[in-house]
């Protein structure tokens, strides 16, 4: 069936779907590259959903009070890197375990969400439509940013000595720290690298979502960011796990749910069951392939 739809120009391959499918993985992606950086060093971060919407919300914010987008960004990205910067020293300095610690953020901050935004939507925020426009043809160039944005985070973990340290880190902690490493150091860098990426997901939350932003939005995105890593081969043990993961299991979580709406399953339940099923498939395949290696 799924085939069947791609080779069809009028379902799948329809250039308009093209776009909506490109500009629904750009918001996912941003945050699953986030998330993947503390998976692969071994923890797990459950604040990217609402990290994103309060980025979101407080970009939303700015941009309706002062009309100045430039402001709005940089406000949601230093908000973004602020939340990381939180979650880093939670986990490094008092000694909070990352599911604890992030879960705590989780609901700390969709509460700023919903007392900053007074539980309405804010809509009619077209400034941020220069992210859907097309670089050359029915690509965003918000995607284009997205995935620039990830090659430099490929880049930092495959050509530098924090790349190193994040794969170690996940592998065999206790070794990184006996040999001298500030593994505490590399913990903090990624939790705010993570928070930083957190903040871009937030505006391009808003560009890809129809210019409005409302208390709930991202909601469950925590969970779809740990689903896009797990679909694109990130071992939640850590250590282990392509770059490009997060933006491939995105794309495939995205495009998963689009042919399925496609197909006319638009319960979200619905939805939401095929993709676990889906993710229960991945998660067995990686643990068995991880145990054919060994």
Not at 54 to 82: E, Y
Request: aromatic share 8%; hydrophobic share 55%; with cysteine.
């Amino acid at each position: 069936i799924i085939v069947s739809i791609a080779m069809s120009p009028n379902y799948f391959l329809n250039p308009m779907n093209i776009k909506v499918v490109l500009m629904q993985i750009t918001p996912l992606a941003l945050i699953a590259t986030g998330e993947m950086l503390i998976i692969l060093m071994g923890s797990i971060d459950l604040s990217p959903g609402s990290a994103q919407a309060a980025t979101a919300m407080i970009a939303a914010i700015v941009t309706r009070t002062t009309n100045n987008i430039l402001l709005a960004i940089m406000v949601a990205i230093a908000l973004g890197t602020l939340i990381g910067v939180i979650n880093g020293v939670l986990v490094t300095k008092l000694r909070i375990y990352s599911f604890v610690a992030t879960l705590a953020a989780l609901v700390i901050w969709r509460s700023f969400v919903i007392v900053t935004s007074g539980g309405k939507l804010i809509y009619g925020l077209t400034q941020y439509a220069v992210f859907t426009q097309d670089f050359g043809t029915y690509i965003p160039i918000g995607f284009v940013l997205a995935v620039f944005i990830i090659i430099l985070i490929y880049m930092l973990l495959t050509k530098t000595v924090f790349g190193r340290y994040v794969y170690g880190l996940g592998s065999n902690e206790e070794a990184v720290r006996l040999a001298g490493v500030r593994a505490d150091l590399a913990k903090f860098l990624a939790f705010t690298i993570a928070g930083t990426l957190y903040g871009l997901g937030g505006v391009m939350l808003i560009a890809m979502g129809g210019f409005a932003v409302d208390p709930w939005s991202a909601r469950g995105n925590e969970l779809n960011a740990i689903a896009s890593c797990v679909l694109g081969g990130i071992m939640l043990t850590g250590g282990s796990g392509h770059a490009f993961g997060s933006l491939l299991g995105a794309s495939m979580l995205t495009i998963l749910t689009n042919i399925l709406v496609l197909l006319g399953v638009t319960e979200i339940a619905v939805q939401q069951t095929v993709v676990g099923i889906v993710l229960i498939g991945a998660a067995t395949a990686l643990t068995r392939g991880l145990r054919y290696v060994k």
